[in-house]
């Protein structure tokens, strides 16, 4: 079994690198903003399970609180560089910054060094209303149409499988035993994988037109969000 789960990890620990790898082949066709933010994302997330893989628990846990703070940031960045609704894109920008300073609070007052299961709850509550914003405006936009052949609906389709994923997963970790953390491992793993494919189909796919001018724009006013 231990043989078992560490080469399940070892899968999820490289499967990090295939969006990484897939740049490097479709390097002219991903030019955008967020693909770059999802290509960061990737790296960090490779280099932080590497380390988390030989670290103490100490050292784990500062390493999984960063974690939580870097991956949020990560994928509020990503949804809203693809909204173009003003209200929805305005959320994103007064939440995050008290989600941070929730995250850097728990981090500081923890005394027992365990992973913040509070934190990622509150982050997967946030990213999953995040990502139904991008599909409930995507519904209603009228312009739209086969909305799968957008390479950002495979990007966010993977993001929102894998909150919802893993949600349950680390809102009880902390009161798991070891050997219910590495016998439930596995959720997380799965949906590890499953999103680092989505991320690589988008990579792979050719970027519309008119996606590409919403993104131009959302980076032009990503510190100074549209007046209404």
Same mark, same amino acid.
């Given at each position: ?53 030989? =670290? ?33 894109? &305005? ?15 728990? =981090? ?86 499953? &999103?680092?494919? =989505? ?6 796919? &050719? ?19 549209? &007046?209404?």
């Amino acid at each position: 079994m231990f043989i078992i789960r560490a080469l399940l990890q070892n899968i999820t620990l490289y499967s990090h690198l295939i969006p990484l790898f897939l740049f490097s082949l479709f390097l002219l066709r991903n030019k955008q903003l967020d693909i770059r933010v999802i290509l960061f994302y990737c790296l960090y997330s490779f280099i932080n399970d590497f380390l988390i893989l030989r =670290f103490s628990p100490n050292q784990r846990f500062v390493l999984l609180s960063l974690f939580t703070v870097i991956e949020y940031s990560a994928f509020a960045l990503v949804i809203y560089l693809n909204l173009t609704n003003n209200f929805f894109r &305005k959320f994103i920008l007064i939440i995050s910054p008290f989600f941070i300073a929730f995250s850097i609070f728990q =981090f500081l007052r923890s005394e027992d060094h365990n992973i913040d299961s509070l934190s990622i709850t509150v982050e997967y509550i946030l990213i999953i209303i995040y990502c139904l914003l991008y599909f409930f405006e995507k519904i209603n936009d009228p312009a739209t149409t086969l909305v799968y052949s957008f390479y950002t609906f495979w990007i966010i389709v993977g993001i929102l499988i894998y909150a919802t994923g893993t949600f349950f997963f680390f809102m009880q970790s902390k009161e798991m035993s070891d050997e219910e953390w590495n016998k439930w491992l596995i959720i997380n793993i799965i949906f590890t994988i499953i &999103k680092n494919l =989505f991320f690589s189909i988008a990579i792979t796919m &050719k970027k519309k037109v008119h996606g590409q001018n919403n993104l131009n724009r959302s980076a032009e006013n990503l510190l100074t969000p549209n &007046k209404p």
